[in-house]
């Protein structure tokens, strides 16, 4: 008799462990000035500034990888690594920055090194309006600035005045009016005075600053103010001019150091009340009005940021020589030619340059920094070193056609006053002391040398005006050697005036 089979013995089912929900990657925080600065070392989206030069944000390639250039003007020869132009090719003549970066944006040469670059691109400016804008939409670069039309409405000089007085930061006694003649100009500015300051919305290098005292300076500019819509008319005071850089952030307002302005020097500028220049040192006023500067833009930032504006500015204060008292003059919503001699003082190269919080705050990545010992760090004078900057325009009533230009780089002076070239060098640290200085160029050879034209840029240790704010013997010779060194002929009898070139400001 067979055996019956044992039966099987089925195994019990095993249940599978539960499996531990997989943590979120966390989310980046950057919790000091180390991370910041390790953040942008490690950066992979590229970001490019475009603009006619890159001497606003000069250097910050060397702080933020994949950081590039893209000019319209060759500086530097093809010498600097970071600094794309293409070659040039027709266009309209050019009214206006925001023309050259549209130009630059639709130029095809241009599109095909941004492409290939990879990644997410971003795109900062000097200036752009909303048809860049469009252009940067339909190229799929991301503006690291806030939109054009709010920018335009913070830049509106009489709007200053309103975001000033929210914020606390008093302006010059002043009316905002419109003009419709001089009488009603008289009647509108009984409570200030008759000695007059006139600046229109917009404008810059005292374009449309105007010095009023009587009818016959009325009549002067009067097609340049009647019917123009609103004017800021302040009463004119005894004032040194001073400017001050800043970054407004989620966190708070991020403050540099106040500087002193160069204004109107006919050896730097043909327009009176032109900024031609700054400086940047521990004791450029008493620690009074540097407290008072440092304050009204730390609250001028934070009232912007309640306006929807973030990032980088900057504000001239006039200071009233007669009693002290520290005014709010304007406001630009942006780097300026003033942010090289920001971001690179002494202060920026122990923690960071200024405008990297301007690329955080856009980035999107969280960070929480201790923004009051930031500013109190910055304030510190062992932060500041002295440098200077001089822009350089012809300043003669002609035109004519550039042959011979002095290079960017590293110009040497002599016992005597005179100055060579000593060698190439992009790099502003690379001067070693008040005998050398950092030139970079702007009008080349072949370019037309017109009054106001921006020849150049000069950089170097120590200060350009003395204590009565007067051009200093040393400075005068650094600007008489620098235009030496430019050669020219006359135009073409053929040749219309016609083909001289607009003087917008491109710095």
Known sequence: MNATPAAKKTAPKKTPPKRKPVPKAAKTRLKNISEVRRYFHRNEDPIFFISATNFNLLGIDEWCRNFRYINFIDCYDGRHPNTFVPSAQAHPEFESIEDIVAYLLEHKEVIDYMKSKGKKPKAVFLMFDERVEKICKELGLEIWFPKASLREHVDHKIETVRIGD???VPSVPNVLTKIESWEQLRKATKPIGSDLVLQSAFGDSGHTTFFIKNEKDFRRHASEIVGQGEIKVMKRINCRGSAIEACATKKGTIVGPLMTELVGFKELT???????????????????????????????????????????FELDFLIDQDNGEIYLGECNPRVTGASSMTNHAAFAHADAPLFLFHLLEFSGVDFDLDVEELNNRWADPQNIDGWCQMVIKHTDDNVDIITQAPESGIWHMNPDG?????????????VDSESEAFFLRIQGAGDFRYEGADLGILITRGRAMDNRFRLTKRAKSWITGIKNQYKARPLPTALPIASEEPAFKIL
């Open 270 to 312: 043909p327009y009176r009340g032109g900024w031609c220049g700054n400086e940047i040192f521990s004791d450029a006023f008493d620690q009074n009005i540097r407290d008072k500067a440092r304050n009204y833009t730390f609250q001028f930032g934070n009232q912007l940021v309640k306006e929807g504006y973030r990032g980088y």
């Open 418 to 430: 005179s100055i060579q070239y000593n060698r190439f060098d992009y790099h502003r640290r690379a």
């Open 166 to 168: 929210k914020a606390g």
